[in-house]
T-cell receptor
Framework: EADIYQTPRYLVIGTGKKITLECSQT?????MYWYQQDPGMELHLIHY???????EKGDLSSESTVSRIRTEHFPLTLESARPSHTSQYLC????????????FGEGSRLTVL | DAKTTQPNSMESNEEEPVHLPCNHS???????IHWYRQLPSQGPEYVIH???SNVNNRMASLAIAEDRKSSTLILHRATLRDAAVYYC???????????FGQGTRLTINP
């Protein structure tokens, strides 16, 4: 069973608010990822990290930002939420290695009113 | 990145085998074939992966064509809990990212 946790699972918030989605893993994985997924649609990579103090933008442009100060923690922040940010955000991690299995959290479903 | 093509949806009956196809005609020699599935309201989970030879694990089997231009995920005896979206993904050796496509939505009838 995957040891990767996301909080909150569900968040409803008003426009203009700052939000942080938390993601933690206890597997000691170097690589961590954030994907965005609208209902019924495919996953899009928005951020990833190779390790502490390393962050990269993914294939889909996003107004969110991420940080990686500790190996186990990879939070995603939206400084000013808008309705267009309404989506599900999925965090994942994996071991270093070309065939490493990707472990996903259960996701954070964000609704911006 | 090499692309994969999967049917949008498939339907099968409980306790019957399911064969989920994936075409990847532009696959290169070092691309691994990965399969993930996503159950409703959950994050994706790893199913299986392979390079050239067929692979079996407790969840499924992966049959890879000799020319590697296609593969098939086999669920030997489907249950209602296997209803999910199944993603076939190519991953170049050493690649850091996994790019998901549309996947196949599998419905299992009781």
């Amino acid at each position: 069973e995957a040891d990767i946790y996301q909080t909150p699972r569900y968040l409803v918030i008003g426009t203009g608010k700052k939000i942080t989605l938390e993601c933690s893993q206890t597997m000691g994985h170097d690589k961590m990822y954030w994907y965005q997924q609208d209902p019924g649609m495919e996953l899009h990579l928005i951020h990833y990290s190779y390790g502490v103090n390393s962050t990269e933008k993914g294939d889909l442009s996003s107004e969110s930002t991420v940080s990686r100060i500790r190996t186990e923690h990879f939070p995603l922040t939206l400084e000013s939420a808008r309705p267009s940010h309404t989506s599900q955000y999925l965090c994942a991690s994996r071991e270093t290695g070309s065939t490493g299995e990707l472990f996903f959290g259960e996701g954070s479903r964000l609704t911006v009113l | 990145d090499a692309k994969t093509t999967q049917p949008n949806s498939m339907e099968s009956n409980e306790e019957e085998p399911v064969h989920l196809p994936c075409n990847h005609s532009t696959i290169s020699g070092t691309d691994y074939i990965h399969w993930y599935r996503q159950l409703p309201s959950q994050g994706p989970e790893y199913v299986i992966h392979g390079l050239t030879s067929n692979v079996n694990n407790r969840m499924a089997s992966l049959a890879i064509a000799e020319d590697r231009k296609s593969s098939t995920l086999i669920l030997h005896r489907a249950t209602l809990r296997d209803a999910a979206v199944y993603y076939c993904i190519l991953r170049p050796q050493g690649a850091q990212k996994l790019v998901f496509g549309q996947g196949t939505r599998l419905t299992i009838n009781p």
